[in-house]
């Protein structure tokens, strides 16, 4: 079974800074991996999928890595900004099926 | 579109009540997923559809939880009868067939039961 770890819970960085999320996962057998984002009281926004062979996924700021063998993805955010202020969260399928198992999530917050 | 429709936003409702919640996918998908969202837990999938039959509802915690997908373009979940417990973010989200289909979530309907 699947397993992903999101490490902090929260971040805390001034404005302007660069900044790297961590998603990590017990299963390497996966076919992609997506970054989310959550604001308070809204649904999850699917930002990134980079899939297995891929090593890397950008959009505008943001740049996803992933890594099979070591179970790591990462997600780099660039020049913060207060709006990127929000929840972090990465999922990988479970193999075999369509199940995605989430983390618990990164809290983020950039200061102004 | 759209996007993924769910309703209603809020339910507050006393225990013992029926709660049913409502989904309507993104025209043309055909996966339709139930999460439930809480601080002590965080998202957990409940039960899937592919094309319009459900797949794996391993997730669905009690016999007093089902969900329905009567045609692609409606599901529901329903709890009869609701506990406190089940008090939480429910969301619905959808995506296409495909390894690397973006997955895509309804706003949620946030649950009370007193």
């Known amino acids: 079974k699947q397993e992903v770890t999101q490490i902090p819970a929260a971040l805390s960085v001034p404005e302007g800074e660069n900044l790297v999320l961590n998603c990590s996962f017990t299963?390497?057998?996966?076919?992609?991996l997506q970054w989310f984002r959550q604001d308070p009281g809204k649904g999850l926004t699917s930002l990134l999928l980079?899939?297995?062979?891929?090593r890397e996924q950008t959009s505008g700021r943001l740049n996803a890595s992933l890594d099979k063998s070591s179970g790591r993805s990462t997600l780099y955010i660039a020049a913060s900004q207060p709006g990127d202020s929000a929840t972090y969260l990465c999922?990988?399928?479970?193999?075999?099926?369509?199940?995605?198992?989430f983390g618990t999530g990164t809290r983020l917050t950039i200061i102004p | 579109d759209a996007g993924v429709i769910q309703s209603p936003r809020h339910e507050v409702t006393e225990m013992g009540q029926e709660v049913t919640l409502r989904c309507k996918p993104i025209?043309?998908?055909?996966?339709l997923f139930w999460y439930r969202q809480t601080m002590m837990r965080g998202l957990e999938l409940l039960i899937y559809?592919?094309?319009?039959?459900?797949?794996?509802d391993s997730g669905m915690p009690e016999d007093r939880f089902s969900a329905k997908m009567p045609n692609a373009s409606f599901s529901t979940l329903k709890i009869q009868p609701s506990e406190p417990r089940d008090s939480a973010v429910y969301f619905c989200?959808?995506?296409?067939?495909?390894?690397?289909?973006?997955?895509?979530f309804g706003s949620g309907t946030q649950l009370s039961v007193l």
């Open positions: 989200a959808s995506r296409k067939t495909g390894a690397n289909e973006k997955l895509f």
């Open positions: 299963d390497s057998a996966i076919y992609n």
């Open positions: 980079i899939q297995s062979s891929q």
């Open positions: 999922a990988a399928p479970n193999f075999g099926n369509e199940k995605l198992t």
């Open positions: 025209s043309g998908h055909d996966y």
């Open positions: 559809f592919n094309n319009n039959v459900p797949i794996d």
